[in-house]
């Protein structure tokens, strides 16, 4: 069975830094598309951040500001976040699909598996 299990999330002042981690069980990760989406309180999870294909996408939200990377030895998926804003307080998910590829890597419905989150909160 599938798991995806993120961590590294936490309370940091605007201007920070926080890396988030997503560990995969489950199957080998490597070939598949892997992303990060986030929901803040009363707005819709939206797209942050994936690996496709060994390409990278980001909202424009995140540009210059998060990076994604991942370490296949570990089937872990990184997020690494610099430059914290308020804005970007939220639940981050991981999320993973049965597909080796999919037509769009930031919409939700394209991922079959997701993670718990893990809450990022960043004060003024």
């Known amino acids: 069975q599938v798991q995806l299990v993120e961590s590294g999330g936490g309370l940091v002042q605007a201007g920070g830094s926080l890396r988030l981690s997503c560990a995969a069980s489950?199957?080998?990760?490597?070939?598949?598309?892997m992303g990060w989406f986030r929901q803040a309180p009363g707005k819709e999870r939206e797209f942050v951040a994936a690996?496709?294909?060994?390409?990278?996408y980001y909202a424009d939200s995140v540009k210059g500001r998060f990076t994604i990377s991942r370490d296949n030895a570990k089937n872990t998926v990184y997020l690494q976040m610099n430059s914290l804003k308020p804005e970007d307080t939220a639940l981050y998910y991981c999320?993973?699909?049965?597909?080796?590829?999919?037509?769009?890597?930031?919409?939700?419905?394209?991922?079959?598996?997701w993670g718990q989150g893990t809450q990022v909160t960043v004060s003024s």
């Open positions: 489950g199957r080998t990760f490597s070939s598949y598309p």
């Open positions: 690996m496709s294909g060994g390409n990278t």
């Open positions: 999320a993973t699909t049965i597909r080796t590829s999919i037509a769009v890597v930031s919409t939700t419905r394209y991922y079959d598996y």
